[in-house]
Every structure is written in structure tokens, then in C-alpha cells.
């Protein structure tokens, strides 16, 4: 795995820049500055955030979480 997709701002960060902001002192999203989820719940919320706001790719996150049955939701079975 090269990169490391985070939930606060929809975007996938390769793992050179987390690299480089750690040896700065970021610890929290090396994009948008926001610390990193502690849990499951925690990445939902900021994923539902995002979707109230229409983010396209939040929504498209979302759905494939529900289809896998990740993150604490329950699979959608239908077909």
C-alpha cells in the first residue's frame, strides 16, 4: 500500500507525505490538519459529515462501507 485514504477530507495521501509531516510534528491529517479518528464511530461521523454536505465522494465511501458491512454497518444484502 502506497497511500493512506483519510476520512476527514476525502483524500487518499501518500505515505512519503504522511512521512514528511511526521518528521514536522503533524500528526493529524497531513491535508486538511484535522486529528485522525480514535475509532470506527469517530471515522463514521466525519464520513456523514461530509455526505450532509454532498460530497460526492464521501457518498460514494459511504456506500461502499454499507455494501462490505464496514465500519460498524450493517452489509446491504439487496441485489
Not at 507525505?17 to 510534528?25: L, N, S, V, W
Not at 491535508?31 to 466525519?46: N, Q
Request: proline letters at 5%.
Amino acid at each position: 500500500v502506497h497511500s493512506v485514504f483519510f476520512v476527514c477530507c476525502m483524500k487518499k495521501i501518500c505515505n512519503g507525505c504522511i512521512m514528511a509531516a511526521e518528521k514536522r510534528d503533524i500528526l493529524n491529517c497531513p491535508f486538511c490538519r484535522t486529528p485522525r479518528p480514535k475509532s470506527e464511530a469517530e471515522s463514521l461521523a466525519m464520513v456523514q459529515t461530509r455526505v450532509e454536505k454532498k460530497d460526492p465522494a464521501a457518498i460514494n465511501y459511504l456506500a461502499q462501507k454499507y455494501c462490505h458491512g464496514n465500519l460498524g454497518l450493517q452489509k446491504d444484502m439487496r441485489k
